[in-house]
């Protein structure tokens, strides 16, 4: 299958970057290229980019849009190691950094990669092809792990009693594909909790995040992108759920923040001054239009910072 995939918030989330013809930009979580390709229609022959992305399936694609472009530097790492693809390059520092985090069109499409509760497949979900899968998780860890996992990830309130069953059936047999977890899950639900959106939707989601640490992926990389950028340079990134836009609006706020001593002091004496400014106080949504034409789009949240 080819790595394909709608690139959300497109020209937002690219003219969010402010980008100077001659600047230096990071497509953190390249993908498909499609954020890629809109930037470098706006560089000129001395601007750079730098396209990392972890899956081994995107560079494939990357290198063949990308690969002839003298532009164009690629890496196929995680964007939390955002400092040293950044080091490895010779680049100092950023004008601009864009993040489109989570899992991808082509991902959740391709049936083999585990990502979806829709077809059967192998239970795996690794967005870098390393490491432990879905199945590795399902598989070992106690129903306590298990549920804390559902919890915190999924925000499923029936964590514990999904995760109880999720251990009884695998001592009859390892739970190796996606369908077969999704109908222990159908049974874990309430009947009338099934009516709200499909059963499995949450605890994929939390097993998703879980074998990624995507959220603690995003808070180093959030931190790394950061302090690599250039003064006036911006951070823009796009989540779609609820557990990435708080981290990243935490993370945001902390960067604006200035001084921290109590209200009753007459001076500051703490010193602190803002690193950046937002530059929008409320996320940018995906207008009507978009999600029309693109369902998946519907929760995507984007959000800007500027360094001082």
């Not at 390059?89 to 082509?106: K, T």
């Not at 239970?123 to 129903?143: C, E, H, I, P, T």
């Not at 309130?157 to 999704?182: C, G, H, M, Q, Y």
């Not at 603690?216 to 609820?242: D, N, P, Y």
């Amino acid at each position: 299958m080819e790595f394909s995939h709608i690139s959300v918030l497109l020209s937002e989330a690219v003219n969010a970057l402010n980008i100077n013809p001659d600047g230096v930009y990071v497509d953190a979580t390249a993908g498909g290229g499609g954020h890629s390709g809109e930037i470098l229609k706006r560089l000129s022959p001395n601007g750079r980019l730098v396209c990392i992305d972890q899956d081994p399936d995107a560079q494939a694609v990357l290198h063949r849009r990308f690969g002839e472009d003298g532009r164009v530097t690629l890496a196929e790492d995680n964007y939390s190691n955002i400092e040293r693809v950044l080091n490895s390059a010779g680049i100092e520092a950023a004008d601009g950094i864009l993040m489109d985090i989570g899992v991808s069109s082509y991902q959740l499409d391709c049936v083999e990669r585990g990502f979806s509760y829709h077809h059967d497949a192998p239970l795996d979900m690794r967005m870098s092809k390393q490491g432990q899968s879905a199945a590795d998780l399902v598989n070992s860890l106690s129903w306590q792990e298990l549920a804390e996992i559902f919890s915190k990830y999924g925000e499923e309130k029936f964590s514990a009693r999904i995760a109880k069953l999720i251990v009884e059936e695998r001592d009859t047999a390892p739970i190796e594909n996606t369908l077969r977890l999704a109908e222990i899950i159908r049974e874990g639900y309430p009947q009338a909790a099934r009516r709200n959106g499909h059963p499995a939707r949450k605890v994929f989601q939390a097993l998703r995040i879980a074998v990624n640490d995507e959220l603690s992926v995003l808070e180093r990389g959030l931190s790394s992108a950061f302090a690599r950028l250039s003064s006036g340079g911006r951070l823009a990134v796009i989540t779609f759920h609820s557990l990435e836009d708080r981290t990243v609006k935490r993370r945001f706020l902390k960067f604006a923040e200035g001084c921290t001593c109590p209200p009753q002091f007459p001076v500051c004496v703490c010193g602190k001054k803002p690193e950046g400014r937002l530059i929008s106080g409320k996320p940018i949504a995906p207008s009507e239009t978009e999600v029309e034409g693109n369902p998946r789009s519907r929760t995507a949240k984007l959000r800007v910072v500027e360094k001082i």
